[in-house]
Structure formats: structure tokens, C-alpha cells
């Protein structure tokens, strides 16, 4: 498999039985992934963006098309054919998702959190630790905030976590959905230095961005999406 | 697809019904049943062809209503219940090879005690009420071979200060404790063997909301550090999607969905599923 990632003919649809509806979200997407590519997806809210995404992380579950992702650990894969434990190891080691939500455990703090994505990845204690405090300085996180909850943390805050969790298992593929959103001028260009840092290790990324400006600078290749119908803008 | 890891517990179409079965609800398709009920010899069909497995260090979630069948299920992994029929292996055991539910009551028994353990949603059914708490740990201890006085009350010891009971009250009877000391207490005796599966039914349930903080922060932080496998019934959504990293979705005794929890909450498909899931929303 030559890319990455390529997703073929992908199309998502939900059905409501209770309302008995169906809701159409995307269809026919196409999209290519090479190996440290940056590509960004713009386009309306409500327009099938994150549905891609999700269906990506395997969050969604597809009806037609295929989702191939160049797997270290299973070779070439379709993740819309792939065990559920398939998922949950792609996740812990290679392939990472971050949005402007943190979806956190309760009760857990922000060193807690870092030190477990460390050890999930296979190292041990004092390593990660050590780790942790790299990765949290490095993101700018005040040393105060790092023994707290994360629910208190400001909006910019949490992304910085949320990214930090999601860079220090250093995916392969990582997933933005949205990451910038409801930031303000500054937060947003730590953001930036962060993502082109990522882009510069290599890492291969598909992201959702309101701001236009904000991408333009940074993509690869930019698509467009209007009525669950996908263009490439660029 | 080759399978790239090796489940703990296998489990390979157990059934479980409470009743003789008759012509009418054995012998015709399933639709003949009122739920999961033979109107005619009053049959119930708790656990039908239920299979999955668990895998090494994985918390699985079971969500179902009421009478889904989620506790039954539990009973016949821990043999509480003969089952009907149906298989179930643990790869520790005899390599996976032998079938668990027509293993010797003396093989179950060691089984139990050594390899699995279990916490109930009524502490009276996991607890001698009127026993010490260190007492109930010894219990499991002496029965898994334990006989050393001193090294069980160390063990004992040391499982209850793991789950924050103070060791000063080791030998206070758990009637005399809150709900969710009584949980916890249970927690302790259920780990004190090591086991490789831990089997939670409703654990938290009727506890109030800090309490079963308490409770599933207990659960979640003795899973990381022994990684254990854990196999948790609940009714309740926020236990699931905080735990549970896949989740079964069981109705009238049956597995209807399974997948990723974030996909059973996000993208449920099943119409009893959604309507689950939405009621949570």
C-alpha cells in the first residue's frame, strides 16, 4: 500500500428508528493520505466534516466504502472492517485524535493523564514521570496546574493537554477535528507552532478547521465540503 | 484476519433457562416467545446463545434493562447457576482447553477461588455481614489454600488499606459499615487471590453519586495497576462509557450489539440501543 491512508466511496448515513428517519451524512468521500501529508477539510457545520473523521477513528461505523490505513502492528487494513480490539491498539499506538473537547477521566489530574498515555505505550514508571514534566512544560501548561483537575483549566488549557496527550504517543496519523475552534489570537498560534512542530517530526495529519487563515498557511492539500459533497480547494 | 492477542475468557453460546421447556418454545423459532417467556410451560429463556470474549487487561461492559439477563449471565460465569448449555474456557486453564461448565464442582470450586473473583450488587450475597471484614478476605484465602495465620492477616491487611478501609477497623463486621465500605470491603476479598478476572455486577448501583466515585476510582486504578480483566454489568451509561473500553448490549437474553463503547454511545444502531442511549442524553 503506497499511502497511508485512503479512503474510498465512504459514505454514513444514521437511522433514527424511534423517529423513523434517515439522516444522510456524507457519501462518496474520497480522500489520500501519503506518509506525512497535511491535509485540511473546511466547510459548513452540519456538513458531514467530523462524521468523516469519526468514521476514521472508528467511532462511526460506515454502511459503504472502505477505510484503508497502513497499519505498523496489521499492514494494510480497512478499519471499517477491523476488529473492535483492532481499534483499541491502533488507538493506544498509532493512530491519534484530538478535538476541542477534552474527554477526560474524572478526578484525574494533568499529570495523571500525560504519565498514562507514557505507560500505555509500554514505559515504565520513572520513565514516564520524567516524561510527563518534559511533555507539560514543553506545552506551556503552568507547573501549578499540572497536579489539578482538568475540568477547571480555561478552554485554551484543555486543548494544550488534549494535544499533548494525543503528541506524546507520537501517532502516525493524528486526527483534528476542529482543534482551534473557540480560542483566542494567542492560544490559536501556540496551537499552530505545536501542529507545525508535529508536521516537522513527520506526522501524518487530517484536520477540520474553521479558520481559514489558520490553514491556508500549513496545508498540503485542502478540501471543501458543501452538502456532504467533497471538492479539493487546492 | 488472524486473531493478534489471546482472550483471558472465552465464552461460546451458553444458554440459561429457568423452566423445562416444552414443544411449543423448544422445538419452534424464537418468535413463539412473549420477550424471552413460553406463555405455555411459563419457560424463561434468561441467557440465549450468548458469546464473547475478554482479553488481557480490558474492562468489557454489559448494558441491558432490567431482566436482560445481564446478572444471570454473571451467575453462570461465577457458577452461581448451572448453566443449560454452552461453553466457556480461560486461557490459564488447562491451556483453554477444557470446557469450564463441565468441569467437577471441585474444579469449579478452584476455579472460582483462585482465578476469578466476584463482586455483587448486594453486599449480603458477597459478605459474611456478621464477620470481620479481615475475616471475609481469610475466608477466600483459606479457601484458595491459605493457612498461615500471620501471612493472611498481613494480605488481608494490606487488600483493605488498598481500598481505603482504615486498617484499624480490619476487624469490624461490614454490617456496621456505609454501602460503599461494604462494596469496597467486597472489592478487597474478590482481589485477594490475584485473580485474572474480576467480575462486577452493578457494583455502584444504589450508592450515592460520591460514593460510587469513590467506588469506580477504586476499580479504575486497581485495573491499571494489576492489570486485571474485568467483565462489568451495569445499567447505568456514565459507569460504562467511564470503564468499559468495549461494551455488549444484552435484551431479553440476548447479545443484540457489541462494538467500541464510544460507538455503542455515539453510534448506537439497534433500536432498543438508541432508545437506551438517548434516554441517557
Redesign the interface.
Known sequence: MENLLEIRELSKSFTLHNLGKNIHAVSGIDIRLGEGDFVGITGKSGSGKSTILKCIFGTYRLQNGSIWYNSRKFGPLNIAAATNRQMIYLRKHEIGYVSQFLNVMPRTTARQLVKQAIVEMGRDQVHAEKETEQILSHFELDPELWDSYPATFSGGEKLRLNIARAMVKKPRLLLLDEPTASLDYESKMKVKVLIEQLMHEGTTMLGIFHDLEFMNNLCDREYNMQNGVFTLAH | ?TE??VPVLSIKNLNKQFGPGCDHCTNLEPLTLIKNYCSVCGTVYACRDVSFDV?PG?VLGIVGESGSGKSTLMQCLYFDQETTSGEAYISSYQNGMKNLFEESSQQKRYIRNHLMGKVYQNPLLGLKIDFSSIGNIAEKLIAAGSRNVERMEDRGSQLLSKVNIPVHRRKEAPKNFSGGMQQRVQIAKALSNQPQILLLDEVTTGLDLSVQ?SVL?LI?SLQ?EMNISIVLVSHDLGVIR?LA??TLVMLEGQVIE???T??IL??P???FT??LV?SLL
Do not use: I, N
Request: avoid cysteine.
Open positions: 484476519m493478534f492477542e482479553y480490558e466515585a476510582d479504575k491499571r467511564m473500553d468495549r457489541q462494538g467500541l464510544d460507538q455515539e453510534d444502531q439497534a433500536p438508541q432508545s438517548h
